[in-house]
C-alpha cells in the first residue's frame, strides 16, 4: 500500500517565523506534487517537483525533493497571514499501479499576527 | 479560462437515491479523475480516465461508477446514495501522467 505522510498536520505559527513541512512517502516515485487549499475552495498547484535533488522556489515558499531519502519538505520563510491555508503533497500512483496521485492527509498552517 | 468545471456545487441527497455528478474541461486533457475529500484525510482517488474510451478504477470505487463521455467530459454516478458517500467530490484533468493536475471546484455532497 502506498503511503504518504505529512508532519506536522496542524501548525499555527507567528507571522515573521521560518518553519519546515515534512512530507515521506512510501514509493519509489520520483515525482511529488504541492497543493494549497483554501478552506471552502479547490486545490490549487504550488511546486511540481519531477527528479532527485529538484528545487522549487516562489515567494516565501520552497519545495525540495530527495527521492533516495523519500522526502519532500516545504519551507516557509518569514511567513505572512496570506500563507494560511491546507497544504498537500502528494505522489504519482496509488499503490495498485492505477493511475492517479496519493496525497498526504494535509498539513493545516495557521500564521497569526 | 473556465478550466475544469464542475456541476453542480452543492447537493442533497436522501440515502437510495441516484445522481450523477458532471465534469468538463477545456484544456485538451487527455486524463481526467474523481478524488473525493473527507475531513481530516487528504483526497483519495475514485476513478480515473487515461484516454478517451477508457476508464479505471481508483483507490475507493465501491457505490460509484463513472463514464468518459468525450475528450472532454467525465462524469461519476452514485446509483443508490448511502450516508457514508457525504463528502466533497473533486474532479481533475492533467494533460500528460506527470504533469500537474487541475482541479475544478468541488461538489460538496450530503447524504441524509
Known amino acids: 500500500e502506498l503511503k504518504v505522510e505529512q508532519n506536522p498536520l496542524f501548525l499555527s505559527m507567528q507571522e515573521g517565523k521560518n518553519y519546515t513541512i515534512y512530507c515521506n512517502y512510501s514509493?519509489?516515485?520520483?515525482?511529488l506534487y504541492w497543493y494549497r487549499q483554501d478552506p471552502g475552495k479547490s486545490l490549487e498547484s504550488l511546486f511540481v517537483?519531477?527528479?532527485?535533488?529538484a528545487v522549487k522556489q516562489e515567494g516565501r515558499l520552497m519545495a525540495s525533493l530527495d527521492t533516495k531519502a523519500r522526502l519532500s519538505t516545504l519551507h516557509i520563510t518569514a511567513a505572512v497571514h496570506d500563507l494560511s491555508a491546507t497544504y498537500f503533497c502528494a505522489v504519482d500512483g496509488t499503490g495498485g499501479g492505477a493511475d492517479g496521485l496519493t496525497f498526504g492527509k494535509g498539513t493545516h498552517l495557521i500564521i497569526q499576527p | 479560462n473556465a478550466g475544469v468545471t464542475q456541476t453542480p456545487k452543492f447537493q442533497v441527497l436522501k440515502t437510495g437515491q441516484s445522481m450523477t455528478l458532471q465534469c468538463a474541461q477545456d484544456?485538451?486533457?487527455?486524463?481526467m479523475y474523481w478524488y473525493r475529500q473527507d475531513p481530516g484525510m487528504g483526497l483519495r482517488l475514485i476513478y480515473y480516465?487515461?484516454?478517451?474510451?477508457?476508464?479505471d478504477k481508483g483507490e475507493v470505487p465501491n457505490g460509484y461508477n463513472v463514464s468518459r463521455l468525450n475528450k472532454r467530459e467525465f462524469s461519476l454516478r452514485l446509483e443508490s446514495a448511502a450516508p457514508s458517500q457525504t463528502s466533497v467530490y473533486f474532479c481533475?484533468?492533467?494533460?500528460?501522467?506527470?504533469?500537474?493536475?487541475?482541479f475544478g471546484q468541488g461538489t460538496r455532497l450530503t447524504v441524509v
Open positions: 484544456m485538451n486533457h487527455n486524463s
Open positions: 480516465s487515461a484516454s478517451e474510451g477508457t476508464t
Open positions: 481533475a484533468s492533467t494533460p500528460t501522467r506527470d504533469s500537474r493536475a487541475f
Open positions: 514509493t519509489t516515485s520520483d515525482r
Open positions: 517537483l519531477l527528479s532527485n535533488g
